[in-house]
């Protein structure tokens, strides 16, 4: 099933504290945001990519490009503040009723299996999320103190990509903007519409890179994929 890819490149790396956007760190010599970039690249069924940057990046980015033969980037558009004002330039950019596919620049380890799952049960359902069983046991806590044991049973992480009807996002987030909700993720608003959000098994792999130990792992995970593991 076909589909346009938002990928989002346009935070600030905080909690990587390389000084720089994770999106431009290395793994195995490729930076992060082409290992994500050729995932699509590579998948047949992806129509076309819209990339969301900062605007004071976009030469560093057009040059990766260049350099790493990326072709199906139709458009480089500017993110905002938030990860949601960042996903909402990018939707305002592409036009149609078919499916979107949103996805973390910062998930390089996407596999086309899962992309096909999730962007299947969104066009049979409007929305769709890969997500994993939670595998710790989780509790809230405060000052240090445990509040709360959450039941696991029905705990899941929730991932990128998560994939939608064009017209069914765009107006999930025009809802969500008046009335000014955060969230971390684009499902939440569908949500937040009492609208239902399908969950699609993904795999533990599909790791966000976020801080250092995520790159020592990917290093790892790539090395093993390389030599056929
Ligand atoms: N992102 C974005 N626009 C923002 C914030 C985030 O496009 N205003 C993107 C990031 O580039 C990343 C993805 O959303 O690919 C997931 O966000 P996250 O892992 O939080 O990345 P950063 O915001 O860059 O990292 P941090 O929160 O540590 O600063
Ligand atoms: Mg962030």
């Given at each position: 099933?076909?589909?346009?890819?938002?990928?989002?490149?346009?935070?600030?790396?905080?909690?990587?504290?390389?000084?720089?956007?994770?999106?431009?760190?290395?793994?195995?010599?490729?930076?992060?945001?082409?290992?994500?970039?050729?995932?699509?690249?590579?998948?047949?069924?992806?129509?076309?990519?819209?990339?969301?940057?900062?605007?004071?990046?976009?030469?560093?980015?057009?040059?990766?490009?260049?350099?790493?033969?990326?072709?199906?980037?139709?458009?480089?558009?500017?993110?905002?503040?938030?990860?949601?004002?960042?996903?909402?330039?990018?939707?305002?950019?592409?036009?149609?009723?078919?499916?979107?596919?949103?996805?973390?620049?910062?998930?390089?380890?996407?596999?086309?299996?899962?992309i096909a799952d999730v962007v299947q049960s969104a066009a049979?359902?409007?929305?769709?999320?890969?997500?994993?069983?939670?595998?710790?046991?989780?509790?809230?806590?405060?000052?240090?103190?445990?509040?709360?044991?959450?039941?696991?049973?029905?705990?899941?992480?929730?991932?990128?990509?998560?994939?939608?009807?064009?017209?069914?996002?765009?107006?999930?987030?025009?809802?969500?903007?008046?009335?000014?909700?955060?969230?971390?993720?684009?499902?939440?608003?569908v949500e937040l519409m009492g609208r239902d959000v399908a969950?699609?098994?993904?795999?533990?792999?599909?790791?966000?890179?976020?801080?250092?130990?995520?790159?020592?792992?990917?290093?790892?995970?790539?090395?093993?994929?390389?030599?056929?593991?």
């Amino acid at each position: 099933m076909e589909y346009h890819a938002i990928i989002l490149a346009a935070g600030q790396g905080k909690r990587m504290g390389a000084g720089k956007n994770k999106m431009f760190l290395n793994i195995l010599d490729v930076p992060v945001v082409i290992h994500t970039l050729r995932a699509f690249e590579q998948d047949a069924a992806c129509l076309g990519i819209t990339l969301v940057i900062n605007k004071a990046e976009q030469t560093v980015f057009k040059d990766l490009l260049e350099k790493f033969h990326v072709t199906k980037v139709q458009r480089i558009v500017n993110g905002g503040k938030e990860r949601q004002d960042s996903v909402y330039s990018g939707l305002k950019a592409v036009s149609g009723e078919g499916i979107v596919l949103i996805h973390d620049g910062a998930r390089p380890f996407i596999k086309k299996e899962q992309i096909a799952d999730v962007v299947q049960s969104a066009a049979s359902t409007g929305a769709a999320v890969l997500a994993v069983p939670v595998k710790d046991t989780i509790k809230k806590v405060e000052s240090n103190k445990v509040i709360e044991t959450v039941n696991r049973s029905s705990l899941w992480a929730v991932q990128t990509p998560q994939a939608f009807r064009l017209p069914l996002i765009l107006q999930a987030h025009d809802y969500g903007r008046s009335i000014n909700a955060e969230v971390t993720d684009d499902a939440s608003l569908v949500e937040l519409m009492g609208r239902d959000v399908a969950v699609v098994k993904g795999d533990y792999r599909n790791i966000k890179i976020t801080t250092p130990e995520d790159l020592f792992f990917a290093e790892q995970y790539l090395r093993a994929l390389k030599r056929g593991d």
